[in-house]
């Protein structure tokens, strides 16, 4: 009998403890933890910069104007995403998963392409990758979008001068994703830059026209008030130019010319298959 009584007290002790650690185990030490990082759904309404972790402020309304012409102009989806912290997601993993579950790019063409930018902070190192559509793959290849991030991007990034460095991004990506220069063009050490100049110039040429002629009849003035869209004059075309072409020096009062078309509509359906490359600080 005390046998079978001390058999019942130890099974009860070692229940005792095993419900112990199951709550301890449920509820977690009682120490802070990270909140579970998720893939932030499709903005409402739709924009194409969504600057999740304020490192560009007023200036992604800019932003957000030249890459809404440029999507009118050229049916080129860019769209800018900025974050926090990436959770355990790696930063290829977090921009594809953006350009699939918010559809960036056109169903037909899969001419998306997703900037991502996780500065530096509390959460980790800063990282930046590029994503591209299928259809942009061989239009900016893995190499190119490498080069374009830890050339063109980190160096101002590494200064804590994030809209100068995406800015300075978009300056090459943009003008390759149109096709107005090739991945060959651009890749050898320095002789690719007046071409990319060039074919910028062009690209902005053409957003000016689809601007002028959006904005016809509209009674819109250089340096007016905010229109429909919600934005304002903000960061000027002629600005961009020449802050990307002069490395990125904006400081001071933004240019007046307003550009950029009407409302976005939204993303297309557009699909990603693993192309693009990226780098951290």
């Known amino acids: ?29 009682g120490l802070p933890c990270r909140a579970e990082v998720r893939i932030p759904p499709a903005p409402r309404p739709p ?10 402020g007023r ?14 102009s050229t049916s080129n989806q860019i769209t800018v995403v900025t974050v926090p912290d990436l959770g355990s997601y790696t930063a290829s993993r977090f921009a594809y998963e953006i350009g699939e579950q918010w559809g960036v790019g056109n ?9 991502l930018i996780k500065p530096k902070n ?20 893995d190499a190119v979008c490498k080069r374009i991030v830890e050339d ?30 090739s991945a060959k063009e651009y890749m050898p050490s ?26 016809k009849g509209r009674g819109d003035r250089f340096g007016g008030p ?11 075309t002629w600005w961009l130019l020449s802050s990307a072409m002069n490395g990125g020096n904006h400081g001071g009062s933004w240019g007046s010319f307003s550009n950029g078309s009407g409302a976005f509509g939204g993303f297309g359906g557009g699909s990603f298959g693993g192309g693009g490359a990226g780098g951290s600080w």
């Open 226 to 236: 905010h229109d429909g869209d919600g934005l304002g004059s903000g960061l000027g």
């Open 47 to 56: 924009r194409l910069v969504n600057d999740f972790a304020g490192v560009l």
């Open 122 to 141: 509390e959460h980790g190192s800063g990282q930046a990758f590029i994503a591209t559509g299928y259809g942009l793959e061989a239009a900016l290849p």
């Open 1 to 29: 009998m005390k046998t079978e009584k001390k058999t019942l007290e130890v099974k009860a002790v070692l229940k005792s403890v095993f419900s112990f650690c199951f709550v301890f185990l449920l509820l977690g030490s």
């Open 152 to 181: 063109e991007m980190i160096p101002f990034f590494k200064q804590d001068d994030y809209l100068g460095g995406l800015l300075n991004g978009l300056r090459v990506i943009m003008p390759l994703a149109a096709g107005e220069i």
């Open 59 to 72: 200036d992604a309304l800019g932003v957000e104007r030249i890459l809404r012409a440029f999507n009118d």
């Open 107 to 115: 169903k037909k063409y899969n001419n998306g392409i997703v900037v």
């Open 190 to 215: 320095g002789g690719g830059i007046v071409a990319v100049v060039v074919a910028f110039v062009l690209i902005l040429l053409v957003i000016g026209m689809v601007s002028a002629a959006s904005k």
